[in-house]
T-cell receptor, first 116, second 113 residues
């Protein structure tokens, strides 16, 4: 069965510093998508970044970047120059590309606190 | 991206009653999804709502408890029936983009007393 594990229930980072959130997953599929979602206290889930498994290059979106290690089944999120608005729950998610499969599998989340 | 609204945003309901949650999308989509997020936990998929056919439920969720309607390509409802305190959760609807990203509604926070 496919699983997504986030081993850090909570992380803290000083404003303007860098923090890395960990995510590992288990799958026998060779092609899939990985995502990081952010859920602020207002609870609207927002897509932060996505990575296609067939791409070797790590995805980057402004201050957010990933370290995708396919062999190790690891997908960490790095937030650079952390801002107070980055405080939220972060969920790692997996979705296979198998035709007709639309189910996402979410990790348990990491609560990020940003200290002023 | 899709803009999704949900009604109500929150409600407090008594045990044994039912609540219908509405989800409206600003564009036509083939499939809509309903998730439950229990306090402090991750998201669990309840069902996939397809227009013109019955919803597809995930293991552990049944139609009698969570009936879903999908009358058109922009709207869906989820009913939480015969509620108990264990149903207290945030209920989220979502849609997929053509590039496989999910867009979520703001959620409905349900408290059952």
């Amino acid at each position: 069965a496919q699983t997504v594990t986030q081993s850090q229930p909570e992380m803290s980072v000083q404003e303007a510093e860098t923090v890395t959130l960990s995510c590992t997953y288990d799958t026998s599929e060779s092609d899939y998508y990985l995502f990081w979602y952010k859920q602020p206290p207002s609870r609207q889930m927002i897509l932060v970044i996505r990575q296609e498994a067939y791409k070797q290059q790590n995805a980057t979106e402004n201050r957010f970047s990933v370290n995708f290690q396919k062999a190790a089944k690891s997908f960490s999120l790095k937030i650079s120059d952390s801002q107070l608005g980055d405080a939220a729950m972060y969920f790692c998610a997996y979705r296979p590309t198998t035709s007709g499969t639309y189910k996402y599998i979410f990790g348990t989340g990491t609560r990020l606190k940003v200290l002023a | 991206s899709a803009v999704i609204s949900q009604k109500p945003s929150r409600d407090i309901c008594q045990r044994g009653t039912s609540l219908t949650i509405q989800c409206q999308v600003d564009s036509q989509v083939t499939m809509m999804f309903w998730y439950r997020q229990q306090p402090g936990q991750s998201l669990t998929l309840i069902a996939t709502a397809n227009q013109g056919s019955e919803a597809t439920y995930e293991s552990g969720f049944v139609i009698d408890k969570f009936p879903i309607s999908r009358p058109n390509l922009t709207f869906s409802t989820l009913t939480v029936s015969n509620m108990s305190p264990e149903d207290s959760s945030i209920y989220l609807c979502s849609v997929h983009s053509l590039s496989y990203e999910q867009y979520f509604g703001p959620g409905t926070r349900l408290t059952v007393t």
